[in-house]
């Protein structure tokens, strides 16, 4: 299982996951959405946490146009076709915060 939450600064998420044996070079990143795989740019891994410049917010739209499903975060080692890991992906609420004022929903 992996869990996407966000930090101080909501220009920056964070994937953690649950293996810290995966490092190395010439790794991607990918996002799975209802079938279809969206690399994430700007993304690093370092031991068991993925970090990401998402500026635009540009996986909560991904999210908002998949619409259904369970969305799963994918790693791939150089251009090999068969995945390193496959988990699914849970969002905290942090993940959210840019664009819904909690303390104003209750």
Do not use: C, W
Not at 13 to 32: Q, T, V
């Amino acid at each position: 299982m992996a869990y996407a939450f966000r930090l101080d600064d909501p220009r920056l998420a964070y994937i953690r996951i649950a293996r810290a044996d995966i490092g190395g070079e010439g790794l991607g990143l990918f996002l799975r959405l209802a079938g279809k795989e969206r690399p994430l740019a700007r993304a690093v891994l370092r031991r068991n946490t993925i970090s990401l410049v998402d500026d635009l917010l540009d996986m909560e739209r991904a999210l908002q146009l998949s619409a259904t499903g369970q969305a799963a975060l994918v790693i791939r080692r150089g251009g090999q076709s068969e995945p390193v890991l496959v988990e699914p992906l849970l969002f905290h609420h942090s993940f959210f915060a840019p664009i819904m004022d909690y303390s104003r929903a209750f």
